[in-house]
């Protein structure tokens, strides 16, 4: 069956320094990949898309891989501060719905000041 | 980008009542949207999804005469949780994609809880 995995484990960091997040899937061929953000209590936020001829891709502090041949992104904040505390989940399309957005497990981020 | 407006925020009702939340796309059509539910430390679960003038495709194990779906206009979605119970509790979450993007837009949130 499709999985998408991420550590489920809460990476806590210092400020300043570089975090980064893994996801993995199995099962599945997709043409891109996606990182939201989600704080508590509220409903994610869209960060990245990556597709699958794109190695890497930015966006200001963000940097987001794609390996499809390894079948993982990582997903990486530079000069990380404590607002960028937070869940970020990956997410694939599932193909077997129309437009139908399958996230993985999340992974807490908790950066110190 | 696009905005997904959800209400209410927080519901607290009490078992054996029913339970009507909104998701209206505000800036854009949305043939279709999705509804999900989360329970605490963990990730989204897809419930269903909504489909405008048709019936909502349900994921397995998902009741569809206990958590009613209409999607009557392009831009709005209802999700009804009849007879509610405690074990219903959580946190209830809807999107679209516009179809002009890939990403999704979600709505900010339901929390439901039953007492």
């Known amino acids: 069956s499709q999985k998408i995995e991420q550590n489920s484990e809460a990476l806590n960091i210092q400020e300043g320094k570089t975090a980064t997040l893994t996801c993995n899937y199995t099962n599945y061929s997709p043409a891109y990949l996606q990182w939201y953000r989600q704080d508590p209590g509220r409903g994610p936020v869209f960060l990245l898309l990556?597709?699958?001829?794109?190695k890497e891709k930015r966006k200001e502090r963000l940097k987001v891989t794609f390996d499809t041949t390894l079948k993982q992104s990582l997903f990486h904040i530079t000069a990380s501060q404590p607002a960028d505390s937070a869940t970020y989940l990956c997410a694939l399309d599932d193909p077997t719905g129309f437009q139908k957005l399958v996230f993985g497990t999340g992974t807490r981020l908790l950066v110190s000041p | 980008g696009a905005v997904v407006s959800q209400h209410p925020s927080w519901v607290i009702c009490k078992s054996g009542t029913s339970v009507k939340i909104e998701c209206r796309s505000l800036?854009?059509?949305?043939?279709?949207m999705f509804w999900y539910r989360q329970f605490p430390k963990q990730s989204l679960m897809l419930m269903a999804t909504?489909?405008?003038?048709?019936?909502?495709?349900?994921e397995q194990g998902v009741e569809k005469d206990k958590f009613l779906i209409n999607h009557a206009s392009l831009t709005l979605s209802t999700l009804t949780v009849t007879s509610a119970h405690p074990e219903d509790s959580s946190f209830y979450i809807c999107?679209?994609?516009?179809?002009?993007?890939?990403?999704?837009?979600f709505g900010q949130g339901t929390r439901l809880t039953v007492v």
């Open positions: 909504s489909n405008e003038g048709s019936k909502a495709t349900y």
């Open positions: 800036d854009f059509q949305a043939t279709t």
């Open positions: 990556i597709r699958e001829n794109e």
């Open positions: 999107s679209a994609r516009d179809l002009g993007g890939n990403e999704a837009f």
